[in-house]
């Protein structure tokens, strides 16, 4: 049950765009649509951003947008803002299980 | 509004037991899966069961296969994880989260209980 394999750090300055990406297996991410994302600010609950690759949940931006391609899972930010700064989480179904990311930073410069 | 309010963190040492509890309010308890997830201290966060809408099915991480056990009470609206035999490397906040789609997303977290165990 290996982490799926996100970058420790990314940054970029506001109105910029970001992508963080998330590599598993086809066993998880590469078999199964069912890649989500989680913004979380320390100190508090996880935010659900991004659902089954694509989807977001109301409420959130349409800043916020997932794609997949093969193994690899991408979160793309756009129109960056301070309050973005946080920890993102990516997290794949995989056959009665689920396996998260080990979190990237994302700090807004 | 959909609340999740964990409880029953505390400080034990290795080889105890520990039951958490996370209370939900807001939703129809009954009708939605539920998770645990926990975050190890600088760690991402990591899975530890789900359990479905009826408490039927049970899943688990590998790293607490046999020693952890989901279970919830729908007429008290409230889930539970029992933690046996405690190691030093359980040490972590631990969340409930409440699931809503067919990829076991979770929609809503609470804000976590803290387990540390140490001798």
């Known amino acids: 049950q290996s982490a799926l394999t996100q970058p420790r750090s990314v940054s970029g300055s506001p109105g910029q765009s970001v992508t963080i990406s998330c590599t598993g297996t086809?066993?998880?991410?590469?078999?199964?649509?069912?890649v989500s994302w989680y913004q979380h600010h320390p100190g508090k609950a996880p935010q659900l951003i991004i659902y089954?690759?694509?989807e977001r949940p109301s409420g959130v931006p349409d800043r916020f947008s997932g794609s997949k391609s093969d193994n690899t899972a991408s979160l793309t930010i756009s129109g960056l803002q301070a309050e973005d700064e946080a920890d993102y989480h990516c997290?794949?179904?995989?056959?009665?299980?689920?396996?998260f990311g080990e979190g990237t930073k994302l700090t807004v410069l | 509004q959909v609340q999740l309010v964990e409880s029953g963190g505390d400080v034990v040492q290795p080889g105890r037991s520990l039951r958490l509890s996370c209370a939900a309010s807001?939703?129809?308890?009954?009708?939605?899966?539920m998770q645990w997830v926990r975050q190890a201290p600088g760690k991402g966060l990591d899975w530890v069961a789900a359990?479905?809408?009826?408490?039927?099915?049970?899943y688990y991480g590998d790293s607490v296969k046999g020693r952890f056990i989901i279970s919830r009470d729908n007429s008290k609206n409230t889930l539970y994880l029992q933690m046996n035999s405690l190691r030093v490397e359980d040490t972590a906040v631990y969340y409930c989260?409440?699931?809503?789609?067919?990829?076991?997303?979770?929609?809503?977290w609470g804000q976590g209980t803290l387990v540390t165990v140490s001798s």
């Open positions: 989260a409440k699931l809503f789609s067919s990829g076991w997303s979770a929609d809503y």
């Open positions: 807001g939703f129809t308890f009954s009708r939605h899966g």
């Open positions: 359990t479905s809408n009826d408490g039927s099915d049970k």
């Open positions: 086809s066993s998880d991410v590469g078999g199964y649509d069912y």
């Open positions: 089954d690759v694509t």
């Open positions: 997290c794949s179904y995989a056959d009665g299980s689920v396996r």
